[in-house]
């Protein structure tokens, strides 16, 4: 297993948040599940226009069977275990006066790293995906309480384990591109 080493200290919050495959296919009650989107709710955005949206699916629902069949096989065969599915949509353009808002997907990146780091609070798991059919959907995500990896198939089994990230140095830098 890969011990999560950070450069410089930083808050445990942000690497204990990743994203295991095995889940246990438990039930979320509505106020666990609805705070999720509270948090993202919070997140900054260009002119506070707010361009996520959630569109969710309980597991043993008619709305579930909608959002997995939109999954590639290779994510239905771990998100069956998933307690709740969610399609992220990014409106592109701005509230008050209909123009093109570039930083969108940005902020709805923002929103969903805060319900990412919610989730990790309240003992549950996150698991994004893009690996789903784009002309019915613009991003899945799968949420849980995580399970056993050893309940995993064995080619997922090995991926279970927490990655590591790109240098500090290879990220950051003062002054423009190089
Ligand atoms: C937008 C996005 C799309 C992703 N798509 C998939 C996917 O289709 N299938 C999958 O198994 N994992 C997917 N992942 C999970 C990433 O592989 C994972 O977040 C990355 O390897 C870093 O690992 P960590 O989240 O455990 O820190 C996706 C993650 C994000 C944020």
């Known amino acids: 297993m890969v011990e999560r080493k950070t450069t410089y200290p930083i808050d445990e919050q942000f690497t204990s948040r990743w994203s295991p495959r095995a889940m246990t296919g438990e039930e979320l009650d509505d106020k666990q599940l609805l705070a999720l989107f509270e948090a993202a709710r919070w997140a900054p955005s260009s002119y506070n226009n707010q361009p996520w949206r959630f569109l969710y699916a309980k597991r043993n629902t008619k709305q579930w069977d909608d959002l997995f069949g939109l999954m590639v096989e290779f994510n239905q065969s771990w998100a069956k275990d998933a307690s709740a599915l969610v399609v992220v949509v990014s409106k592109k353009t701005f509230d008050f006066n209909g123009q093109p808002c570039v930083t969108h997907s940005f902020d709805t990146g923002a929103a969903w790293m805060s319900l990412a780091l919610q989730a990790t609070k309240q003992g549950l798991v996150t698991h994004g995906m893009q690996g789903f059919d784009y002309d019915k959907a613009k991003k899945v995500l799968a949420i849980g309480r995580q399970g056993k990896k050893e ?23 003062e002054g423009g591109f190089k």
């Open 151 to 173: 309940d995993l198939p064995k080619e997922l089994q090995e991926k279970e384990e927490l990655s590591d990230r790109k240098p500090l140095a290879e990220i950051a830098w």
